[in-house]
C-alpha cells in the first residue's frame, strides 16, 4: 500500500480488523486489511506471532546449531557431559553416559559470561541418566538460583569436578 501512495495511485475504502484472542492480552493474533487501489480490491491477512516464543525458538535452534558445529571439549575421561544448555529457557541438562553412577556432590557447573557457579550438594547420577538445572523462569530437576543465570546473547558452560578439574565445556 505504501509503494501505491508513493506512486500518486488512489487509495479508498481502507478497513483494518485487528483480532484478539482474549480479552486480557493486548497482543493481537490476527490482523486483516482491506482497502482498494485505483478500484482494485486488496486483502491482506495475516496471522500475528508471539515473538517471545518465536525468538525463544530461535535461540534453541541456534544454540544446538553452534553446539553441533562447534567441538565442545572433554578434558578428562569423565562420562559427564553437558547434553544440553537453553539460555532463554534458563537449564541446563548433565548426562550420565558412563556404566557406572556418578556422585555429583561437589561438581561445579559455570555460567562463563557472567562467572556464576553451581555446586550440587548432594545427588547420584545413574548410567545413561540426565538432569536437569534451572534457574528463574525454567523447570527440572535441581533449582540454581531464583534470578536469571544465563546471558541470552551467549554464554558458555563448563563443568567441574569435585576437585576443581575442568571435565567438560559447551559452547
Known amino acids: 500500500m505504501r ?5 500518486g495511485m488512489r487509495v479508498t475504502d481502507f478497513e483494518a480488523i485487528i483480532t484478539y ?19 482494485n480490491l486488496i486483502v491482506d491477512e495475516f496471522d500475528n ?18 553446539k553441533s558445529s562447534t567441538s565442545d571439549e572433554t578434558s578428562s575421561d569423565s ?12 537449564e541446563i541438562d548433565i548426562t550420565n553416559k558412563g556404566a557406572e ?8 557447573i559455570v555460567s562463563v559470561t557472567g562467572n556464576q557457579t553451581f555446586t550440587f550438594q548432594s545427588y547420584v547420577l545413574e548410567p545413561n ?16 538460583s531464583g534470578s536469571y543465570i544465563w546471558n541470552n546473547d551467549g554464554d558458555p558452560a563448563e563443568l567441574y569436578d569435585n576437585v576443581g578439574n575442568l571435565i567438560y565445556t559447551y559452547n
Open 129 to 144: 541418566q540426565t538432569v536437569t538445572v534451572y534457574a528463574r523462569g525454567g523447570e527440572g530437576d535441581i533449582k540454581w
Open 3 to 7: 509503494d501505491a501512495l508513493d506512486s
Open 49 to 66: 506471532i508471539n515473538t517471545d516464543e518465536a525468538n525463544a525458538d530461535l535461540e534453541e535452534e541456534a544454540v544446538e546449531e553452534q
Open 21 to 39: 484472542p482474549n480479552t486480557e492480552t493486548q497482543t493481537p493474533s490476527h490482523y486483516k486489511f482491506t482497502y482498494k487501489i485505483d478500484g
Open 101 to 108: 553412577s556418578v556422585n555429583l556432590s561437589g561438581y561445579t
Open 79 to 90: 562420562p559427564l557431559e553437558i547434553t544440553r544448555l537453553s539460555l532463554s529457557k534458563e
